[in-house]
């Protein structure tokens, strides 16, 4: 019950209880209904949890970018994976290709500077911009990571 717990648009606070805040309250459930709107805290704050048996708990949210297939572009690119923080700034990982495709990297980081999924994957299209037959298909996978 002492938990925090995120979720996509909003976080739960803490349970209330039977407290002074739910005296007024026209519902019968006296447990924690108080909501506010999550924001998108970036990379600079850290998501907080309190945990009773550690004064503070640090969480970021990161990445992984794992190329599932290609078009137009050497196979080689398959599977491998790249690490990005939530600003879609490059962590770990390096694609090895045959020539520059210094797009791919661009349009990934434009992508996730507007991602707002907190976790789960989905598989997503990135094209050259330069050349529309160029595509990269990728599996996003946001998670968080406990520090």
Known sequence: MGKRVIEKDYHRLDPVGQSDVCAGCSTACKTSCSRKLAHNMGNDVSFIFDDPKEKKV???RFYDIIVRDVDSIPCSLKEQKLKYDVDGKLI???LTVPWPMD?????ISDYLEKDSHLSGSKLVNFYNPEEEDQLVVCEVVSYIERQ
């Open 92 to 94: 770990e990982g390096e």
């Open 103 to 107: 797009w791919i990297y661009e349009v």
């Open 58 to 60: 640090v969480v970021d």
